[in-house]
């Protein structure tokens, strides 16, 4: 597997923009609130964290759930990250919920596919469990008949 290369370019003040090697064309801007100089028009950094996880996670477990023929209409992954008081404000605990709409959906089945995730699949997972305590939920909701 060929290593990934990210980057950002300053563009003034605290903005930035973030690209990456897997989408030339793809740009992720950056900023920071405007008590510390930014102007609020785009991600903070470790929010990226929180969405590369999302993101991780997110992919494992439908592609899990679509190995095990389970009908999903609609999926999302909510994270949120709890910083600590002091400098480095790491995220010192991190709360993942996943929500899977569907027809009949297998509750074990998705118990797997988040287990799966969380301890074998997910690199972002593995990255931020070595300085987090991660939990997580996951909500199954019966989607309506068409």
Same mark, same amino acid.
């Given at each position: 597997? /060929? =290593? ?8 003034? #003040? ?16 950056? #900023? ?7 102007? #609020? ?35 999302? !992954? ?16 991190? =709360? ?7 027809? =009949?959906? #297998?509750?074990?089945? !998705? /118990? ?35």
């Amino acid at each position: 597997m /060929a =290593n990934k290369v990210a980057k950002v370019v300053w563009k003034g #003040d605290m903005t930035f923009e973030g690209l990456g090697s897997t989408w030339p064309g793809g740009i992720i801007p950056l #900023d920071a609130e405007e008590a510390v100089g930014g102007h #609020d028009r785009g991600f903070r950094p470790l929010e990226l964290l929180l969405v590369a996880l999302a993101g991780c996670t997110a992919m494992d477990v439908i592609s899990i759930l679509r190995k095990k023929q389970q009908t999903v209409t609609a999926f999302e !992954v909510e994270v949120e990250g709890i910083q600590v008081e002091e400098h480095p404000r790491y995220f010192g605990t991190i =709360n993942v919920v996943y929500r899977v709409t569907g027809h =009949n959906v #297998d509750e074990k089945a !998705v /118990a797997r596919a988040i287990e799966l995730s969380e301890t074998k699949y997910c690199g972002a997972s593995a990255m931020l469990r070595e300085k987090a305590r991660i939990t997580s939920r996951y909500e199954i909701l019966e989607a309506e008949q068409v």
